[in-house]
DNA sequence: CTGTTGACTGTCG
DNA sequence: GCGACAGCCAACA
């Protein structure tokens, strides 16, 4: 990382979310840097290219907040889904046990 | 240049 | 347990 892009830096961290698992927008930027850019976070990926799986990205209750900005309504819970992640009523099931931490993962 | 908004979170009542 | 308020920073009108 040669300069502390910060959202070239919120790409790498979501484009590391292993497929399954899921993230928070807080914790990204906690790993980055304050927890209270995590709002930045939201909207480096309103930008984030393709490659970027921000579906994989959820508030801090694991509900499907950034749905709305998808093409399709159901299309962020359909790719959750396709992954093996429970999704109901816009909220991710057994969301702590498929939250993935970059902190600790990538340490 | 000023003001509002936003894919959030934590704290207070 | 839930609703309201504040903080943070960048993009947009």
New binding site residues.
């Given amino acids: 990382m040669t300069n502390s892009n910060?959202y070239q830096k919120v790409y790498d961290v979501v484009s590391q979310i292993p497929e399954g698992n899921v993230t928070?927008?807080?914790t990204i930027a906690k790993y980055l840097s304050?927890?209270?850019?995590?709002?930045?976070?939201?909207?480096a990926?309103?930008k984030?290219p393709e490659d970027v799986p921000?579906?994989r990205?959820v508030?801090?209750?694991g509900m499907l907040?950034?749905k709305?900005?998808?093409s399709g309504i159901n299309l962020m819970q359909q790719l959750l889904e396709n992954e093996g992640i429970i999704v109901e009523n816009n909220q991710i099931i057994d969301f702590e046990n498929l939250f993935w931490d970059p902190k600790k993962e990538l340490n």
């Fill in positions: 910060f928070t927008y807080g304050s927890p209270q850019s995590s709002r930045m976070v939201g909207w990926l309103n984030s921000a579906h990205v508030n801090r209750i907040s950034g709305i900005h998808f």
